[in-house]
């Protein structure tokens, strides 16, 4: 079986990093489109994935319709080449079209509910999509599927924190740790929104600071005054500073979501929710806030601190119980496409 996988995100790369391994260990011949995007490259580079990095993310409209015909014609290349008999993206707007033209299989995985763009770009030429329960947005009608819970779950379902890993990346066993994230908003499903200002960040690592250790994985560099407090770890290590921390708090839904797979507290500002956001939210494993300021931030966090770290264990587990193996499912969605 030869599989093309299409990664344009941090995010992507770990959603398929499992079902990349147990594709090649079955003996799957495996080609990866990636993307100059954040941490993308440097996480499957770590893993020592071979991939061909065909873009470079634009920012703003203009340079991201640039760069979305140059996604294509490169992905258009590798698939002429490889000949795949499935290809498989998080998105997949590169991998629809191509397989609409050269007649392969082209399955998605998805969970942004508000990404209208993406969508409209997408849907119309995908074979089949994969969204959670939860998706609110539009759906290609005769070809969908749900998949159970947070895509989160597919990297960290067999996940296992280490300790001096975490402490190569700053963590300090000492005292509470707290993670906080700032994204660069100039994703396609991110244009017209912003973040924090450089003062709400001031006051939160205050507020933080004064209860423990503060790590900011930051898009971009921080001001001098908050850069003592940047993560001092690899990339592909972060989930094992995550994973020990207190809390989180962060414009990244992707990354409150991680917590909630990990049982961290997380509080997340976003006005843009998705549906498995919500989910979450409703299971008590994440303070969402669509809008406010500053004082309304403070005020989540200090909700977040309130909270106890073994009752929030316990309503972690209930919620990952009812849910199954995403790994499984994903390899198994690629097979499937690749017989048909």
């Known amino acids: 079986m030869r599989v093309l996988f299409d990664i344009v995100h941090p995010a992507h790369a770990l959603?398929?990093?499992?079902?990349?391994?147990?594709?090649?260990?079955?003996?799957?011949?495996?080609?990866?489109?990636?993307?100059?995007?954040?941490?993308?490259?440097?996480?499957?580079?770590?893993?020592?994935?071979?991939?061909?990095?065909?873009?470079?993310?634009?920012?703003?409209?203009?340079?991201?319709?640039?760069?979305?015909?140059?996604?294509?014609?490169?992905?258009?290349?590798?698939?002429?080449?490889?000949?795949?008999?499935?290809?498989?993206?998080?998105?997949?707007?590169?991998?629809?079209?191509?397989?609409?033209?050269?007649?392969?299989?082209?399955?998605?995985?998805?969970?942004?509910?508000?990404?209208?763009?993406?969508?409209?770009?997408?849907?119309?030429?995908?074979?089949?999509?994969?969204?959670?329960?939860?998706?609110?947005?539009?759906?290609?009608?005769?070809?969908?599927?749900?998949?159970?819970?947070?895509?989160e779950r597919a990297f960290l379902e067999n996940f296992e924190p280490d300790l001096a890993t975490a402490k190569r990346c700053g963590f300090d066993e000492t005292r509470d740790n707290f993670l906080v994230r700032t994204v660069s908003w100039n994703a396609n499903h991110d244009l017209g929104k912003a973040g924090w200002d450089v003062d709400t960040l001031r006051q939160l690592v205050a507020q933080l600071s004064r209860h423990g250790r503060v790590h900011i994985s930051a898009e971009g560099d921080l001001p001098s005054d908050l850069a003592a407090h940047a993560y001092a770890g690899r990339p592909a290590d972060l989930h094992h500073l995550m994973a020990l921390c207190r809390g989180y708090v962060g414009e990244s839904l992707t990354i409150a979501r991680e917590c909630a797979v990990l049982g961290v507290p997380a509080v997340t500002q976003c006005s843009d929710i998705n549906g498995i956001s919500r989910e979450l939210e409703e299971k008590g494993l994440v303070i969402g806030l669509r809008g406010g300021g500053e004082k309304e931030l403070l005020e989540a966090v200090a909700w977040m601190l309130a909270i106890d770290p073994a009752e929030h264990l316990k309503l972690r587990d209930a919620y990952l119980a009812k849910v199954g193996r995403l790994t499984e499912f994903v390899t198994n969605a690629i097979r499937n496409a690749a017989r048909r």
């Open 15 to 151: 959603f398929f990093k499992n079902a990349i391994e147990r594709l090649r260990s079955e003996g799957a011949e495996i080609a990866i489109a990636s993307r100059h995007k954040d941490v993308t490259v440097d996480l499957l580079d770590s893993w020592g994935f071979d991939h061909r990095p065909v873009t470079r993310a634009g920012a703003g409209a203009p340079q991201l319709a640039i760069e979305l015909v140059k996604r294509d014609v490169a992905v258009w290349q590798m698939a002429r080449k490889l000949r795949p008999d499935v290809m498989a993206g998080f998105g997949g707007v590169a991998i629809s079209h191509v397989g609409k033209l050269l007649g392969i299989p082209a399955i998605s995985f998805y969970d942004s509910d508000n990404a209208a763009l993406q969508t409209a770009l997408t849907w119309p030429f995908i074979t089949h999509v994969y969204t959670p329960e939860s998706y609110a947005g539009p759906l290609p009608e005769g070809r969908h599927s749900h998949f159970q819970g947070p895509k």
